[in-house]
């Protein structure tokens, strides 16, 4: 018996017309009434009353028509539950975490935490919070490492995902300092020119928040989007070379701040509190990763 029949058989049990059903399997007529006899030979009677238009299920068929159905979703589960077995036993621990977080705050906490257990080898993908969120989403990754505001509700903030606190930063407004050692693009200066800001882009968390957080509020304020970026890295870069002001994590930039490379542009009423957060399915993610997830979160 070849599955493809048991989509045949859907499509016509559907329908009623062979021709239809045809077009809809991207197949020839001839060929696919061909299938749909071999199905009927397999199985050893008629599934279809051909008598009238449309063709209808004949008794047998109604029956067959649960089981195809049963037949068809147990094998789509295939790939899914032969994944989760072989997690079950795999030792490898994936992660997908924001840039910012991959070259800051992981490298520390993964430090911290194999000072308390054995861990075992780690895949990490790097990317926007929208790419990380995808990740998960497909199940290609157990575990997601992203900053978090409750403003800024994401995909991964709802059921069946779960997620625990680790740690907390915060966005601070900066800028590239003058000769005096105040910021070259204050906000809310006695100049009234609009201030050159520097932004993240759609796909950025960090965007998310702010825009969740900021946006209604800057509007009160004269300022100009000059460059748009996804990575806090290159925003960093651009305000270290006097471009403007952005809101950049803490934990990026804290060295720039003590060496006064940078400088507060803002009062502190313009700083976001942002989360830490490590979010994980809610299923059974396999001895390894669920021993790492207590570890991780009684840390916490």
């Known amino acids: 018996m070849n599955f493809i029949w048991l989509e045949d058989f859907k499509a016509l049990?559907?329908?009623?017309?062979?021709?239809?059903?045809?077009?809809?399997?991207?197949?020839?007529?001839?060929?696919?009434?061909?299938?749909?006899?071999?199905?009927?030979?397999?199985?050893?009677?008629?599934?279809?009353?051909?008598?009238?238009?449309?063709?209808?299920l004949t008794e047998v068929g109604e029956w067959f028509s649960g089981i195809a159905q049963e037949l068809i979703t147990r094998v789509e589960r295939v790939p899914g539950d032969a994944r989760r077995m072989a997690e079950a036993s795999s030792v490898t621990l994936r992660f997908a975490s924001t840039h910012a977080l991959s070259f800051t705050f992981l490298p520390r906490w993964l430090r911290g935490l194999e000072s308390q257990t054995t861990l075992g080898p780690v895949q990490l993908v790097s990317d926007?919070?929208?790419?990380?969120?995808?990740?998960?989403?497909?199940?290609?990754?157990q575990f997601v490492l992203s900053h978090a505001h409750h403003q800024a509700q994401g995909a991964l903030d709802a059921e069946p995902y779960r997620s625990a606190r680790i740690g907390e930063d915060v966005l601070i407004p900066v800028s590239a300092p003058d000769a005096l050692g105040q910021p070259r693009h204050p906000l809310g200066g006695t100049d009234r020119a609009a201030?050159?800001?520097?932004?993240?882009?759609?796909?950025?968390?960090?965007?998310?928040?702010?825009?969740?957080?900021?946006?209604?509020?800057?509007?009160?304020?004269?300022?100009?989007?000059?460059?748009?970026?996804?990575?806090?890295?290159?925003?960093?870069?651009?305000?270290?070379?006097?471009?403007?002001?952005?809101?950049?994590?803490?934990?990026?930039?804290?060295?720039?701040?003590?060496q006064h490379r940078l400088v507060n542009a803002a009062g502190s009423e313009w700083q976001v509190p942002l989360e830490i957060r490590l979010y994980r399915a809610h299923e059974v993610l396999g001895r390894a990763a669920d021993a790492f997830w207590k570890s991780a979160t009684g840390v916490a």
């Open 13 to 56: 049990a559907a329908t009623g017309n062979f021709s239809r059903a045809a077009e809809e399997r991207h197949s020839s007529q001839p060929a696919f009434s061909r299938r749909i006899r071999a199905l009927e030979e397999w199985v050893g009677t008629e599934l279809f009353d051909r008598s009238s238009q449309p063709a209808r």
């Open 128 to 141: 926007v919070l929208q790419r990380c969120e995808a990740l998960m989403l497909q199940g290609q990754v």
């Open 195 to 258: 201030v050159p800001v520097l932004r993240y882009s759609e796909e950025s968390g960090l965007g998310r928040i702010l825009r969740a957080v900021l946006e209604r509020r800057l509007e009160a304020f004269p300022v100009q989007h000059v460059f748009t970026a996804h990575l806090a890295s290159v925003l960093r870069t651009m305000v270290l070379d006097g471009r403007g002001l952005a809101w950049l994590p803490q934990s990026l930039v804290q060295e720039d701040l003590d």
